[in-house]
């Protein structure tokens, strides 16, 4: 069975710095895998995902992850973070095997100080 | 399109009542799922539709859970009786086609309480 595992439940970040939010995941097929964003009393929404084509994936919101499958890892980047970036990030995984359903991560709460 | 529509937004019931929750997925989308989310457990994906048809339950927690989906644009989620330890925030969640890489979208959720 598929799983993710993010590093770090909350990280604080400076405006204009850089945010890295880690996942790592366990597939004992190819992976398929998901960022998503929960703003606050909000749904989940889709930041960008990986389909087996290119590594290095770019989402909206000048977010981007980078599968790397020697660390089976799928981290999350944005070079500067904005207020609007404080929000719970959620990792998911799927694959052939799950029939596509998703399994997510814990979450990461983002919070940006001036 | 008005992305997929919960309701209530929020609930309030006493332990022992009958909770029904409400969910209209995006048009045209064939596949529906219903989340739970609690501070414990994260993210539970309960059930899933496809054309109507649940496909898997394998995540509805006890016999005192169960959903419905009568026609391709809305389904419910209801508990009979409620506990307490059914307050979370349940999502309902609606893609086009289960297809490996395909998105969901989710609804922005119904916050239940059972006191």
């Known amino acids: 069975a598929q799983s993710v595992t993010q590093l770090g439940s909350h990280v604080s970040v400076s405006e204009g710095a850089l945010v890295l939010l880690r996942c790592n995941y366990s597939?004992?097929?190819?992976?398929?895998l998901f960022w998503y964003v929960q703003y606050p009393n909000q749904g989940l929404q889709l930041l960008l995902k990986?389909?087996?084509?290119?590594?290095l994936v770019k989402g909206i919101n000048g977010f981007e992850a980078e599968f790397k499958k020697s660390e089976t890892s799928f981290h999350l980047t944005k070079p500067s973070a904005h207020m609007s970036d404080a929000a719970e990030y959620f990792c998911?995984?799927?694959?052939?095997?799950?029939?596509?359903?998703?399994?997510f991560g814990a979450g990461t709460q983002v919070v940006v100080t001036p | 399109d008005a992305g997929v529509i919960q309701s209530p937004r929020h609930e309030v019931t006493e332990m022992g009542q009958e909770v029904t929750l409400r969910c209209k997925p995006i048009?045209?989308?064939?596949?529906l799922f219903w989340y739970r989310q609690t501070m414990m457990r994260g993210l539970e994906l309960l059930i899933y539709?496809?054309?109507?048809?649940?496909?898997?339950d394998s995540g509805m927690p006890e016999d005192r859970f169960s959903a419905k989906m009568p026609n391709a644009s809305f389904s419910t989620l209801k508990i009979q009786p409620s506990e307490p330890r059914d307050s979370a925030v349940y999502f309902c969640?609606?893609?086009?086609?289960?297809?490996?890489?395909?998105?969901?979208?989710f609804g922005p959720g119904t916050r239940l309480t059972v006191l």
């Open positions: 539709f496809n054309n109507n048809v649940p496909i898997d």
């Open positions: 597939s004992s097929v190819p992976p398929y």
């Open positions: 998911a995984v799927s694959d052939n095997a799950s029939w596509g359903k998703l399994q």
């Open positions: 048009s045209g989308h064939d596949y």
């Open positions: 990986y389909t087996s084509a290119a590594t």
């Open positions: 969640a609606s893609s086009l086609n289960i297809g490996r890489t395909d998105t969901q979208y």
